[in-house]
């Protein structure tokens, strides 16, 4: 009794502290992770190839044009309204890159820029449309859907599809893999001192300020799991072609876009915006300008994101258009953590939820299941993510009022 009483003490008030952190929906990444954990290990001992530096390093891949994509959706879920057009940007991108390129002898890197450009031109213009009339972001985006459909199938013309260099930049994206040991091993390096310093550069300047800070230990010990996760990472690809470029691209764009919400003047507006319009404009935010910039990210990055998804094809098609992405992107966002009730999630959410899905429709592949379990089995996960969700808030929400 003696010996038990202790660890029965530690248990409780372990207890105690996670059923605090689920009603102030504080529980971060973990359930996601958990989840992600479940999903790979089923598939392992389902087929041993599952967990292949083969497989895992095409899934790094994979998982890079629709992740793109659930980046800029976030950005938009962040103050609490939808993008219905992504789908069809992305197709648009593409379909631009390769009219210009293809059809009118326009140097690549001139074109990628056009077709990102008028990815950000179109979405700034739902912002604008959506800020300016009082429309309701559902209404404006869905008429953007259907317009930038309608335009990249005209840009395709009648064979539905542009073929462009395999050897060209936009090809490269997906293609180019650097297979020194230093490129895998150095990023993993990189990123976990860079968390590291961080951390402790956090932990100095609240220490400066007064404010309470956490042990250095807890800091050590929260980057132990990112260490292993990351060098273990860099051990699998490094065993079948090294470090993609996409999946490098797409961690710096992750990496650029978390430092823009969390660090910057511009982020925390957006975070307080997606708490509430009153208390933001009472704050001092400039709503407008605020949701014009964020629909502006979500068309740039769905451009992007539609770049990748024509070099995986070497070929524009029209099906990052046919809804299947604008879907999968949306459901990465919010399976990932981020809230569709906005002021909640970071951009990392994009790539757990794009990574959840994405095992998904690789283990299934393996297993040669129909695609339509496979969406079956999406919308579950997708369901369960916005109940957890909807009942972690009202938990919150009535902590607050007692």
Not at 68 to 73: F, K, L, N, Q, T
Not at 196 to 201: D, I, K, P, Y
Not at 299 to 313: I, K, N, Y
Request: positive net charge; charged residues 10%; aromatic residues 8%.
């Amino acid at each position: 009794m003696v010996v038990t009483a202790p660890a029965t003490g530690r248990f409780r008030r372990f207890a105690e502290a996670a059923r605090r952190r689920l009603h102030e929906g504080g529980l971060g990444p973990a359930p996601v992770l958990l989840a992600l954990a479940v999903i790979w290990a089923v598939f392992q001992s389902l087929n041993a190839n599952f967990l292949s530096p083969r497989n895992l390093s095409v899934l790094s891949v994979d998982i890079v044009g629709t992740g793109m994509v659930a980046v800029g959706v976030v950005f938009v879920l962040l103050i609490g309204e939808i993008d219905l057009s992504v789908g069809s940007l992305a197709g648009l991108s593409g379909a631009l890159f390769a009219a210009l390129n293809v059809n009118h002898g326009m140097p690549e890197w001139l074109a990628v820029l056009v077709a990102v450009a008028a990815g950000a031109g179109a979405g700034a213009f739902h912002g604008f449309v959506f800020t300016k009339t009082g429309l309701p972001a559902f209404v404006v985006t869905l008429a953007g859907l259907l317009t930038w459909n309608g335009l990249m199938l005209y840009l395709l013309g009648p064979e539905g599809s542009i073929n462009f260099s395999g050897d060209g930049l936009v090809a490269m994206l997906t293609a180019r893999h650097f297979a020194a040991a230093v490129a895998t091993y150095g990023l993993a390096a990189l990123g976990t001192a860079a968390h590291l310093a961080v951390s402790f550069h956090d932990r100095g300047r609240r220490a400066t300020a007064g404010l309470p800070r956490r042990p250095a230990a807890e800091i050590w010990v929260r980057t132990a799991p990112l260490a292993v996760t990351a060098f273990a990472a860099a051990y699998v690809l490094d065993r079948f072609e090294g470090l993609p470029l996409a999946l490098l691209i797409f961690l710096a764009v992750l990496v650029a876009s978390d430092l823009l919400l969390r660090r910057t003047t511009c982020g925390r507006e957006v975070l307080a915006l997606g708490g509430g319009t009153e208390a933001a404009l009472r704050a001092g935010v400039e709503v407008a300008r605020v949701r014009i910039a964020v629909f502006l990210v979500s068309g740039a990055l769905a451009a992007v994101g539609g770049l990748f998804v024509a070099s995986r094809l070497t070929a524009a098609t029209t099906v990052p258009g046919s809804g299947m992405l604008l879907i999968n992107a949306i459901a990465a966002a919010v399976i990932g953590g981020t809230s569709l009730f906005g002021g909640r999630g970071s951009t990392w959410s994009a790539l757990l939820g794009v990574l959840i899905i994405q095992s998904i429709a690789s283990g299934m592949a393996l297993l040669g299941v129909q695609p339509a379990v496979q969406f079956m089995i999406t919308g579950g996960v997708l369901l369960i993510a916005v109940v957890f969700d909807a009942l972690t808030r009202r938990a919150a929400a009535g902590r607050v009022r007692a």
